[in-house]
């Protein structure tokens, strides 16, 4: 049976504060097929697992280590998605994540139909359009913000990541916090 989605929502404050300004964010919006509508295993243990092994793929195909999980990033980003799920908003904490040298990538898609997998290829699928050249000219279509959940992933100078799922009443949403803040203007992913 296939049926449709409701959109999911990617961002990223991957853009490093340049000279004290506030990390810029953007929101993509998709909707796409759904096919299989049965529930996935979800719980912090397969969120790990997923999140670990698939910055580690990506990380490893362009020749950077992989990341180490960090409970102090995954508890900040269950804090983030829990405050997006309850108030149906869908924002970075900006100048706050920044000061604090801490990137962060979100999505949001309908509840339950998404697999743990699903959610952080949507961020892996920019690396089309990626080119490995100094933040923010480091995309094929021009804009930094077709790729900067992609490059956040395989930053070389990131080494932690911590992520969290929240469901809210429609949406799940996902947030995951890498240290440091990759997409450093100037500078190239690895």
């Known amino acids: 049976m296939s049926r449709t989605r409701v959109p999911c929502f990617l961002a990223s404050t991957a ?50 280590p992989p990341l180490l999980w960090s409970e102090e990033l995954a508890a900040s980003a269950r804090e983030h998605a829990e405050a997006l799920a309850q108030s149906g908003r869908f924002d970075h904490l900006g100048r706050t994540a920044a000061r604090t040298g801490v990137g962060e990538n979100l999505w949001a898609g309908s509840h339950d139909a998404y697999t743990y997998t699903e959610m952080v290829d949507a961020w892996l699928s920019e690396a089309r359009d990626y080119i490995n050249a100094p933040t923010p000219r480091f995309s094929r279509t021009g804009a930094w ?41 100037g500078q190239a992913a690895f």
Do not use: F
Not at 35 to 46: F, S
Not at 171 to 176: G, S
């Open 145 to 185: 913000k077709d790729v900067g959940h992609y490059s956040q992933m395989i930053w070389r100078h990131t080494t932690h990541v911590g992520c969290a799922m929240v469901a809210g009443s429609r949406d799940d949403v996902l947030v995951c916090r890498y240290a440091p803040a990759g997409n450093v203007m």
């Open 15 to 64: 853009l490093a504060a340049a000279a004290g300004a506030a990390p810029q964010s953007s929101v993509v919006t998709r909707v796409e097929p759904w096919i299989d509508p049965t529930p996935q295993p979800r719980g912090e243990a397969v969120l790990r697992r997923t999140m670990l092994v698939t910055h580690a793929t990506a990380r490893a195909l362009v020749g950077v």
